[in-house]
């Protein structure tokens, strides 16, 4: 996966997506392209469809977005999240899942830059939802192994988060959910209002315990920090803050073990769904 990172952080935006679709065709993954314009920009979606039907029910979307942002590297904003997607796009392809499987991997154009989550919006509006039980959007997981999620989670939740729950305590994983700061925002959030829908990020301990510090800050102090982190990133306190949006972000700072990490809890979603479906009960046989 590192090798991916590698190859995407030296694209622009377009050859970006053109690779995705280069290394689906080389690893035999069917999928659909989505050309869109929305606002100012012409982008691409890129729908892996060949684990779904458009009859399939209760589907799993899982999704990251493609682009980078204005001239940084994008390394793991969000070529991090591409490259575990394209990893899962294999593994599912390896262990031979069906068509019927409802599990649909969406790349997403446009999130940020001169855009505000273009495609998964322009996704949202021109896709049949009616069919989708859970969306798990990856965005920058390239380092650390404490688990982030948006938006902050109620008690009760739907059965795939609480089951991503249930498997980050199993395996001893750090998490903690929280709302986005204003201006910050992930490609779960056009779904939110229809579908159960998440963004999961890869951090440092270190970023982890500044961010749980820096969520039960007064309101003020909460204030001073988010400005630093709009208008001074280089010192802000967190690790990936500060190798976000910039030219220090590099695959330098990428860690094979966190991109293993996110494909294994992806992984482990897969097969919950698809064990899940496994267990519906089937239609009758038609007898005349
Ligand atoms: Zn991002």
Redesign the pocket.
Known sequence: MLNYVKALEIRTNKERVEYVKKVLKEKGVQYESQPFRLRLLKGENIIVNQYCTPNSRNQFLITA?TNK?FTSPGAN??AS?VSVLLKIAENLRAKNVSENAGIKIVFFDH??GLAYLDGSTYFVKNVDLSKVSFVLNI??VGTGSAVAISPRLAKKTDKYTAYLLNFLDRQKIRYLSFDLPPLIS?DHVPFIKRVPAISLNLLPKSDMDYLVHWLRAPLLSQIKDWLLLRFNRKNHPMFTMQHRHNELDTSEFIQNESLCLCEKIIMDIVDYHIAQRTSFPKERPFHN
């Open positions: 977005h942002y904003d969000n999240g999130e940020d965005d920058m992930e």
